[in-house]
């Protein structure tokens, strides 16, 4: 068994850990400007000019279960959907606003239908809420607000009551946990701090301004095992750094235990759909990517921003085919999988990246630079059963402790092991040696 044990969280994060890959989905009235999910914040927009996005929406070919066959190919097990994002604008239908997609030209619940397709293929439902709201009457002017430069921000400030925003934000995270079955995850987004420069009055906001225990037992009075994240500035099951990939496990400041987390990413520069963001990853790091991620004990949460028509863009499904034909063939590496024993961690050659099952019998090496003919295991000899390419399921050949070769005669070292590789790279992105360990 893993030797890693990590902290303890009121949730249950058992399937969580297990299930390694996610799809984020950004989705809202952002979608239609098409130039980031914080536009109306980025440039300030009226609230009559936003309105028209409001006006105007109308995903007309928005199919989720389009996205869930893509997500389920890609092998992701779980979901995280906005259901409300920072401009405050609802995709389901909730008795509290009227902001909400309902009264919009598409006229339904979109989270509805979220739920239901991706419930259909078996992928877990999370839930993305917002703690910040743009539109909201109540919720303060601060340094992040849209009108913060409105010459009559102040005036505009005078009675906003954070109280009942929060109360409202209760009353809609009840709708959230209680009309739509089982969810699985809850994304709170987020908490900062005051800006320098900015008045006392555009303060920033954290727990005590979302109420976020009263917010918090709610959500686990509904559904106890719910996973949560540490955005509302509460402890809770998950850490989420995001655009960040980690170079080591996470650990809890004070008792320095290891933390259960989640990295999120996108596949171009912007959650929302951005149409001429054009600094797409390519598709071997994407998949670095998620090898990085669970080599280190961790969760990726990959985003996707539907257009404002509900459909994903050409670039994005080109994204999801490439973890689709990696995972197709190599999750094996992944689902169960964690960071190495600290034994083997410490003989991970250049190049490569170890993961490993958690029940400590398969080790996992991916070969981000895939080596010249041999692949040198040193401290290896003696503890390798067998091995083959994980893709192909064929045998990989090894000798121990000497390896002859013609450049200089014999290789000698007690506890090498060398693994012998074609010369030519399989047609694997990221190939993967699995090796049965003794
Ligand atoms: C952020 C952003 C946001 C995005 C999110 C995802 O902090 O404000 O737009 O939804 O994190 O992690």
């Not at 927009?45 to 409001?54: A, N, R, V």
């Not at 996205?67 to 992701?76: L, V, Y």
Request: hydrophobic share 35%.
């Amino acid at each position: 068994m893993s030797s890693y044990v990590t902290r303890k969280t009121p949730g249950d994060t058992t399937w969580f850990r297990h299930d390694r890959f996610g799809m984020f989905i950004h989705f809202g009235l952002y979608s239609m400007p098409a130039r980031h999910e914080w536009i109306k914040s980025f440039e300030e927009i009226p609230e009559e000019k936003y309105d028209l996005y409001f006006r105007h929406f109308d995903p007309d070919l928005y199919d989720p279960r389009e996205w869930a066959r893509q997500a389920k190919a890609a092998g992701m097990k779980y979901a995280v959907m906005t259901t409300k994002h920072h401009e405050g604008f609802c995709l389901f239908d909730s008795q509290y606003t009227d902001y909400k997609s309902t009264n919009t030209p598409a006229g339904r619940d979109l989270i509805r239908e979220y739920v239901d397709a991706f419930r259909a293929e078996g992928i877990r439902i999370g839930f993305y809420y917002s703690l910040i709201d743009w539109h909201h009457p109540d919720f303060p002017i601060d340094h992040l607000h849209p009108r913060r430069s409105d010459p009559d921000a102040f005036e505009q400030s005078k009675g906003r009551d954070m109280h009942r925003y929060a109360e409202y934000m209760r009353n809609q995270v009840r709708e959230l946990l209680t009309n739509y079955g089982k969810i699985d995850v809850l994304w709170f987004d987020y908490s900062y701090d005051a800006q320098p420069g900015f008045p006392e009055w555009m303060r920033g906001k954290g727990k005590d301004d979302w109420e976020a225990d009263k917010l918090i037992a709610l959500a686990r009075s509904l559904q106890p095992g719910i996973v949560i994240d540490n955005r509302t500035q509460i402890e809770q099951d998950v850490w989420t750094p995001e655009q960040y990939q980690m170079q080591n496990w996470p650990r809890h400041k004070e008792t320095d235990e290891l933390v259960t987390w989640e990295a999120c990413q996108t596949f171009s520069g912007s959650w929302g759909y951005y149409r001429d963001e054009m600094t797409w990853k390519s598709p071997k790091m994407l998949v670095q990517m998620l090898v990085n991620t669970v080599s280190l004990g961790g969760n990726l949460l990959m985003n996707v921003g539907p257009t404002s028509r509900g459909c994903l863009d050409r670039r994005a499904e080109a994204a999801l085919q490439a973890y689709a034909d990696w995972m197709k063939y190599n999750s094996r590496s992944i689902y169960g999988c964690t960071m190495a024993e600290p034994e083997l961690l410490a003989l991970c050659p250049n190049g490569c990246k170890f993961t490993q099952s958690e029940d400590g019998k398969r080790l996992y090496i991916h070969l981000f630079e895939y080596p010249f003919q041999f692949l040198e295991l040193n401290g290896f000899a003696g503890k390798v059963e067998y091995m083959q390419f994980l893709h192909d399921g064929s045998e990989l050949l090894f000798e121990e402790k000497t390896l002859s070769h013609f450049s200089e005669g014999r290789t000698q070292r007690d506890d090498l092991l060398a693994v012998k590789l074609p010369v030519v790279q399989p047609d694997v992105l990221v190939p993967v040696i699995e090796v049965f360990l003794k």
